[in-house]
């Protein structure tokens, strides 16, 4: 009897980087597809997002951009800004020994799971590649979160895996286009050591997840997180988990406490709304 080939499940650092924050929300989000529709501010912010993105990737393919720019002043102003700061990746001398390419897709299968990264631009020569990310939030996040991210790590081990190149000559660079004066980079230089540190995270992830995928087709849901955490109060599946009377019982807690105390728990918000910035 033939058997029958296991599917691949596809991960992007946007699904490690919910799995790490709270499985049932990778099982709502991910697993069963349940979404709310985003509120406009946000979808304001993903558009323009994404018509950079797009700008960006139509000037590295060589097309024209006039049209793009003469009709939208912000692109303007950040493409303006962008190219002072940084001519060097807008105006490059490329010889015939760099390789660039915007918008570019690599994939790296680790047991049943499929790893996928996109580079907003690649940019290899024949001892290093610099991986580069445009990002367009008003402020750039602090650097140690950045690292934490799944972004930046996944996006360095894939490249170190699916390459010539040795982590130490591979390096990531997170541009923020969008910063008050002028835009600012964030740069992560790779190692051997943190490539090995990030493959035990990975299996460690997956082994966690293959268990619960196990069990999930037995019918038990994924873990939640603990209860009295903050982040479900922002989360659109409280309902659904059961954590809005908690969330009220915390509300009237809240209420009587110092204010520096709410000063410290507002912090703390801020602090989570800036992670899940990055990932976009
Ligand atoms: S409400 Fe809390 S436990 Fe439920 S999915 Fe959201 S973050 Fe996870």
Known sequence: MLSTPKQLLRLSQGQLNLLEKCPRHFQHSYLEKLHSPNSPEHEELQ?????????????????????FLETDTQLQKWMADFADTAPEIVYPNIDSETFRD????????????????????????????????????????????????????????????????????????YWFVQSPAKPQNVKFLYSSAQHEKTRKKLQQAFNKLSKWLTDYSQGKPLPQIPKGRKVCERCQYATRCDRVAIMQEHDAVAENNTESLINENNTGLLNIITIEEVSL
């Open 47 to 67: 558009n323009l997002g994404s018509r950079f993105h797009l700008l960006m990737q139509q000037r590295e393919m060589g097309l024209p951009i006039d049209n």
């Open 102 to 173: 915007s918008e570019h897709y690599r994939t790296l299968q680790v047991d049943e799971y499929l790893l996928t990264v996109i580079y907003d631009l690649l940019i290899a020569q024949t001892n290093q590649a610099q991986i580069i990310d445009w990002k367009t939030h008003p402020k750039p996040p602090k650097k140690r979160y950045l690292e934490q991210n799944w972004q930046t790590r996944l996006y360095l081990y894939v490249l170190a895996e699916t390459s010539n190149y040795i982590p130490e000559n591979i390096s990531m660079t």
